[in-house]
T-cell receptor
Framework: EDQVTQSPEALRLQEGESSSLNCSYT??????LFWYRQDPGKGPEFLFT???AGEEKEKERLKATLTKKESFLHITAPKPEDSATYLC????????????FGTGTRLLVSP | AAGVIQSPRHLIKEKRETATLKCYPI?????VYWYQQGPGQDPQFLIS???????DKGSIPDRFSAQQFSDYHSELNMSSLELGDSALYFC???????????FGQGTRLTVV
């Protein structure tokens, strides 16, 4: 069964304090790994898609990387507006549609 | 840019009632997904449609049904509602399969 585990569950940072979020996965053939940001009571907002090990993508203060077993979301010099829950999801090559989500990392950035 | 539109945004129903949630995908997107997110939980896949045909099925109760119409909008029909059905219901759409999906703002269903 496809599984996604995210750590830590919650992370508190000071503004400007860089850190990384982890997403470990087991999947029967990876089609894609997705990162989403979710604010309370709102829908997940798409951030990145990674398809193969070694791939990296960047957007503003965020950088996502992928290995064969895990993905990292690096946050450089975060700001309070980066506070949100970050969700990782995988899409298997066999199921090819549904996303299997992790439980997310709740990030709080204090000024 | 146009996003996924869901209606209603909030819905309160009593036990054993029925509810219909609507989803209007991003223009030209041909694939629609439905997810259920309980409080403090990750989104759980319910069902998806590609080109108006059901394409994948997850943990959707038999009391629920869904379809995608000719204009690509989708409806999730929920009957015999239970207290445990209270959750955020998200619709997402994508252009084709196996690519990133974009989510709507969700419908918050409360069953009392």
């Amino acid at each position: 069964e496809d599984q996604v585990t995210q750590s830590p569950e919650a992370l508190r940072l000071q503004e400007g304090e860089s850190s990384s979020l982890n997403c470990s996965y087991t999947v029967s053939g990876l089609r894609g790994l997705f990162w989403y940001r979710q604010d309370p009571g709102k829908g997940p907002e798409f951030l990145f898609t990674l398809y193969s090990a070694g791939e990296e993508k960047e957007k503003e203060r965020l950088k996502a990387t992928l290995t064969k077993k895990e993905s990292f979301l690096h946050i450089t010099a975060p700001k309070p507006e980066d506070s949100a829950t970050y969700l990782c999801a995988v899409q298997a090559s066999t199921g090819f549609q549904k996303l299997v989500f992790g439980t997310g990392t709740r990030l709080l950035v204090s000024p | 840019a146009a996003g996924v539109i869901q209606s209603p945004r909030h819905l309160i129903k009593e036990k054993r009632e029925t509810a219909t949630l609507k989803c209007y995908p991003i223009p030209r997107h041909d694939t629609v997904y439905w997810y259920q997110q309980g409080p403090g939980q990750d989104p759980q896949f319910l069902i998806s449609f590609y080109e108006k045909m059901q394409s994948d099925k997850g943990s959707i109760p038999d009391r629920f049904s869904a379809q995608q119409f000719s204009d690509y909008h989708s409806e999730l029909n929920m009957s015999s509602l239970e207290l445990g059905d209270s959750a955020l219901y998200f619709c997402a759409s994508s252009l084709g399969r196996g690519v990133e999906a974009f989510f709507g703002q969700g419908t918050r269903l409360t069953v009392v």
